[in-house]
């Protein structure tokens, strides 16, 4: 069994930055892809940015790119995502999700892997 566990987290102001990092208990982390998802009240979870087990390849939503940048340090066995120029239409549940498979994760889904429980952030205007 594995686990994942997001922090960072918290309340900004529009236009500050912030990393979130996720934190996993895997065996083999460099056997998963990795992902960050969001998720705003009433709205669906969709997948932020995504990273290869490898490192050598990466995926950003639209509304992100060029703002946030996924990464990960597997000596640590943890994947951060970092957040700049933020906006309050980035509010929501960011949640941390491991794949061993990278395309799993761009359809938005976890099969093979784990969930973490969500960090909340809020951007005020």
């Known amino acids: 069994q594995g686990e994942l566990r997001e922090s960072g987290g918290g309340l900004v102001q529009a236009g500050d930055s912030l990393t979130l990092s996720c934190t996993a208990s895997v065996h083999t982390f460099s056997n998963f892809a990795m992902g960050w998802f969001r998720q705003a009240p009433g709205k669906r979870r969709d997948l932020v940015a995504a990273?290869?087990?490898?490192?050598?390849?990466?995926f950003y939503d639209y509304p992100v790119k060029g703002r946030f940048t996924i990464s990960r340090n597997d000596a640590e066995n943890t994947a951060y995502l970092q957040m700049n120029s933020l906006k309050p239409e980035d509010t929501a549940t960011y949640y941390c999700?491991?794949?061993?498979?990278?395309?799993?994760?761009?359809?938005?889904?976890?099969?093979?892997?784990?969930w973490g429980q969500g960090t909340q952030v809020t951007v005020s205007s």
């Open positions: 999700a491991a794949d061993r498979v990278f395309g799993t994760l761009l359809r938005g889904r976890v099969s093979n892997g784990y």
């Open positions: 990273i290869t087990g490898t490192g050598d390849n990466t």
